[in-house]
């Protein structure tokens, strides 16, 4: 059994799935309502479009950190 000040170990490769399924679904949601800003252009769409395009591009780049952080650690050896 750990012990309660062990840190537990990161499960890389469900925060790599996770940060892609909200990438995805955020890049999508830019598009669509920047599409339907083009429409209205004094709403304050646009500015919401561009938030979700940039937390979506971030999420894809934290879920290739992870990505690579899980081969570093299946490629090194592991520890006693």
């Known amino acids: 059994m ?3 000040h062990e840190p537990s170990p990161v499960n890389w490769r469900m925060s790599a799935m996770v940060a ?11 598009f669509m309502i920047g599409i339907y800003s083009f429409e209205q252009p004094t709403a304050h769409w646009l500015q919401a479009a561009l938030g ?13 950190y992870c ?3 899980r081969m570093q650690e299946l490629q090194s050896p592991p520890k006693p």
Request: aromatic content about 6%.
């Open 2 to 4: 750990s012990s309660p």
């Open 20 to 30: 892609r399924f909200v990438g995805i679904v955020a890049i999508a949601l830019g």
């Open 52 to 64: 979700l395009l940039v937390t979506g591009i971030l999420a894809q780049g934290y879920a290739l």
């Open 67 to 69: 990505s690579v952080k």
